[in-house]
């Protein structure tokens, strides 16, 4: 099975910036069609923060168009999202997510543990 790892979280002060970073470790035979983030603030529910799919179609959620940048290194399989211009209501956990497609299983949808980004004055 698959496995994402994120790293980046942390602290920002508001118009600051962060970057978080998203690497899968796929298991043999395996390959990762689209990669994304999504976030959850207390209370709420997860939503989009930004995807990209297999083919380097990108899409954002309305909140962080302008802002936010996402990037993928296929070979590494690694995914990247940089955060400028932060607000207080980025503070949120940031889930990486992964569609992989799996020899025995087909495609599955994965998510990393999360990272939390917390943007503070």
């Known amino acids: 099975q698959a496995q994402l790892e994120e790293s980046g979280g942390g602290l920002a002060q508001p118009g600051g910036s962060l970057r978080l970073s998203c690497a899968a470790s796929l298991g043999k035979g395996s390959s990762i069609g689209a990669m994304g983030w999504y976030r959850q603030a207390s209370g709420t529910e997860r939503d989009l923060v930004a995807k990209?799919?297999?083919?380097?179609?990108?899409e954002y959620g309305d909140a962080v168009k302008g802002r936010f940048t996402i990037s993928r290194d296929t070979a590494a399989n690694t995914a990247y999202l940089r955060m400028d211009s932060l607000k207080a209501d980025d503070t949120a956990t940031y889930f990486c997510n992964a569609l992989i497609w799996e020899t025995l299983r087909g495609w599955k949808t994965y998510w990393g543990q999360g990272t939390q980004v917390i943007v503070y004055a």
């Open positions: 990209v799919s297999m083919d380097g179609k990108i």
